[in-house]
């Protein structure tokens, strides 16, 4: 990644999420959304509120069976990430129209900063490189999966 950062900088080890089982981009989104509330101590109606608005825009899969929903919330004091890979590709809206099975939700402060778009921007190009995502994609545990993440 750019400036030195990795994701692993801001997606930790705990916030790795392996064979997530959902059966929509909605449910994907709520059971992230409560993750990463959670974590925060934030509402997750609130998280999951910001995330839909977001994809009201257009949707956040990039192609290539990865997916970056994100969004901007005043509780938010720092970017944070949560990493999931899917049990099986879903629907995700996909500006590719094929299915998603890599998902990272990334929640920034309310304010911009160059560095949230150069996290965002960084973050897509690492997983739109196929080997490196299929590099993801076959890892067998978290441990190898969070190793090969911050490689």
Same mark, same amino acid.
């Given at each position: 990644?750019?400036s030195?950062?990795?994701?692993g900088?801001?997606i930790?080890?705990?916030n790795?999420?392996?064979d997530l089982?959902?059966?929509s981009?909605?449910?994907?989104?709520?059971?992230?959304?409560?993750?990463?509330?959670?974590?925060?101590g934030?509402?997750?109606?609130i998280l999951?509120?910001?995330?839909?608005?977001?994809?009201?825009?257009?949707?956040?899969?990039l192609g290539?069976g990865?997916a970056?929903?994100h969004?901007?919330?005043?509780?938010v004091?720092?970017?944070f990430?949560?990493f999931? %890979?899917?049990? $099986?590709?879903?629907?995700f809206? &996909?500006?590719? @129209? +094929?299915?998603v099975d890599?998902?990272?939700?990334?929640?920034f402060p309310?304010?911009?900063?160059?560095?949230?778009?150069?996290l965002?921007?960084?973050?897509?190009?690492?997983l739109?490189?196929?080997?490196f995502?299929? %590099?993801l994609r $076959?890892?067998?545990?978290?441990r &190898?999966?969070y @190793? +090969?993440l911050?490689?």
């Open positions: 990644m750019e030195g950062k990795k994701i900088d801001f930790p080890f705990e790795i999420v392996l089982s959902v059966s981009k909605s449910e994907c989104l709520h059971v992230l959304a409560n993750r990463a509330a959670k974590t925060l934030l509402d997750s109606q999951l509120n910001a995330l839909m608005a977001r994809e009201a825009l257009g949707s956040t899969g290539d990865v970056i929903p969004a901007r919330l005043s509780e004091q720092k970017p990430g949560i999931a %890979r899917l049990d $099986r590709p879903l629907d809206d &996909a500006i590719d @129209e +094929q299915p890599l998902v990272v939700l990334l929640l309310e304010v911009p900063s160059g560095d949230q778009l150069n965002l921007a960084s973050t897509a190009r690492c739109r490189d196929r080997a995502a299929d %590099r $076959r890892q067998t545990n978290e &190898a999966f @190793e +090969q911050s490689s």
